[in-house]
T-cell receptor
Framework: DAGVIQSPRHEVTEMGQEVTLRCKLI?????LFWYRQTMMRGLELLIY????????DSGMPEDRFSAKMPNASFSTLKIQPSEPRDSAVYFC?????????????FGDGTRLSIL | GESVGLHLPTLSVQEGDNSIINCAYS??????FIWYKQESGKGPQFIID?????DKRQGQRVTVLLNKTVKHLSLQIAATQPGDSAVYFC??????????FGQGTELSVKP
């Protein structure tokens, strides 16, 4: 079975540029989570969606970050303009909501470096 | 604020020995708990979960114990192998679905 698929795996860009990270959910899953992982702060939840609707975006750092689900199986996380402090590994995870106790399954992340 | 702690940031064990990774959590309303394993360059991988109405659950070579009274859970890995070397996270779930991740414990297996 295909897991959560993220692209690109690595992104290096200069500050001020727009960055778009992509995520394909596991087929049949209806919840989508975006996380950021750094050495200093560990794994932080940025935003999550249930059935394409954003439920909690309190973890989004600031207005430079935005996330969308244009359809039920795909999501994007956009940073515009990017800054060096945005450098981190970004993960998305999906799960099946509506049934109790379904774990989140993670992709292998996008390693983002902003120069 | 809410916190998830791990008693040891690093754990080194001999191949073949059993490993125990501990985790303390602070939110007594947590109703579901997940252990994840993260290898270098990869995303967290689901290992085992446990509901709050259970105190023990076993998987293949892994056992999770939950003590709600003291808000503590542990992951036991039997016959630890080099492939078990990774960072392990416990993630209690708040009512509403949000997982809270701690800093992780790095398990190192010596051959």
């Amino acid at each position: 079975d295909a897991g959560v698929i993220q692209s690109p795996r690595h992104e290096v860009t200069e500050m001020g540029q727009e960055v778009t990270l992509r995520c394909k959910l596991i087929s049949g899953h209806n919840s989508l989570f975006w996380y950021r992982q750094t050495m200093m702060r560990g794994l932080e939840l940025l935003i999550y969606f249930n059935n394409n609707v954003p439920i909690d975006d309190s973890g989004m750092p600031e207005d430079r970050f935005s996330a969308k689900m244009p359809n039920a199986s795909f999501s994007t996380l956009k940073i515009q303009p990017s800054e060096p402090r945005d450098s981190a590994v970004y993960f998305c995870a999906s799960s099946l909501a509506g049934r109790d106790n379904q774990p989140q399954h993670f992709g292998d992340g996008t390693r983002l470096s902003i120069l | 604020g809410e916190s998830v702690g791990l008693h040891l940031p690093t754990l080194s064990v001999q191949e073949g020995d059993n490993s125990i990774i501990n985790c303390a959590y602070s939110n007594s309303a947590s109703d579901y708990f997940i252990w994840y394993k993260q290898e270098s360059g990869k995303g967290p991988q689901f290992i085992i979960d446990i509901r709050s109405n259970m105190d023990k659950r076993q998987g293949q070579r892994v056992t999770v114990l939950l003590n709600k009274t003291v808000k503590h859970l542990s992951l036991q890995i039997a016959a630890t192998q080099p492939g078990d070397s990774a960072v392990y996270f416990c993630a209690p779930r708040r009512p509403g679905g949000k997982l809270i991740f701690g800093q992780g414990t790095e398990l190192s297996v010596k051959p």
